[in-house]
């Protein structure tokens, strides 16, 4: 009986070696595998994944060139620019747009003048992605959206250059204006292989010589 137990005792042992064994095999193995992925991700590829994290981090954003001046012979300023903030949407940011403008219309002036032109911003600026909703916000208006600019993700708001004319009407059918870029003027852009240079750029000069001299004073994006 004493023998027989002893036999089962050295057989048990020899199946917990053999267990254990197979255990401390499987083991190694998946900390080869694992070694063997991390020295290839962290010495191999690390070059590339280094670029991939780097332009990731960064990203070119054009820089819109002040306009030019428009003066006359004496020097008197006929068309000069001012900077004012924009409430601008992010489209592909928003899952319900038509509510972020109400909740937004119910912590700034948002009229439905306002509205009907962004509306119809969208329907003219396809695959465009950024759209002011109002311009000229007062600065009490930028203080009440960047306290509240957590609560809307898509919205932002931007300084942006404006167009100023302080003689008015006078002279205006010489001197011209700018106006919204629209899809004829994205042709002309395109066809002049000036489309790079008008990135960051949301207005062109129409009439007047706000036209006539238009790639001059528009300027080089940076």
Known sequence: MRLAEIRDTKRDLYYFQLRLGVAAVIVFAAFTVLFGRFFYLQVIQHQYYDTKAEDNRISIVPIQPNR???????????????????????????????????????????????????????????????????????DEEVAVLAVNRYRFPGVDIKGRPFRQYPLGEIASHVVGYISRIDDRDVERIEESDQAGNYKGTDHIGKTGLEQSYERALHGTTG
């Open 68 to 138: 030019g001046l428009i003066l006359d012979r004496n020097g008197v300023v006929l068309a000069r620019n001012y900077s004012a903030y924009t409430l601008e949407l992010a489209l592909g940011k928003i899952a319900d747009l038509e509510g972020t403008i109400n909740a937004l219309a119910k912590l700034v002036d948002i009229q439905p003048r306002d509205r009907r032109r962004f509306q119809k911003l969208r329907e003219e600026s396809k695959g465009r992605d950024n759209l002011t909703l109002r311009s000229r916000l007062t």
